[in-house]
Nanobody, 116 residues
Framework: QVQLRESGGGLVQPGGSLRLSCAAS????????MGWYRRAPGKERELVAT???????NYAESVKGRCTLSGDGAKNTVDLRMNSLQPEDTGVYYC??????????WGQGIQVTVSS
């Protein structure tokens, strides 16, 4: 089993930046992939960005060029850096890990609010 703990959310003004961090109870390097998803108010949960075991990243079109996802094997964390945040980026952000055996684990989620 994998426990995931998100941190770094909060209130940010439009145009601002934020860094979300996901701490895993197991080595991030041992996962098939890890990533961030979000659920905006009244919408389904959607992918934000993922990083595979080989380092390849995948970003949603809505965040390309504004987000950077990186993993730190020494700290067992996966960080999502977001720039030029807009109100439509508001939502609950979830960390997800996928093991090589196909098991999915989710964090509790953390609120990000973009508002002036």
């Amino acid at each position: 089993q994998v426990q995931l703990r998100e941190s770094g959310g909060g209130l940010v003004q439009p145009g601002g930046s934020l860094r979300l961090s996901c701490a895993a109870s197991r080595s991030v390097g041992s996962m098939y992939s890890m990533g961030w998803y979000r659920r905006a108010p009244g919408k389904e949960r959607e992918l934000v960005a993922t990083i595979a075991n080989d380092g390849r990243t995948n970003y949603a079109e809505s965040v390309k060029g504004r987000c950077t996802l990186s993993g730190d094997g020494a700290k067992n964390t996966v960080d999502l850096r977001m720039n030029s945040l807009q109100p439509e980026d508001t939502g609950v952000y979830y960390c997800k890990s996928v093991t090589w055996s196909g098991e999915n684990y989710w964090g509790q989620g953390i609120q990000v609010t973009v508002s002036s």
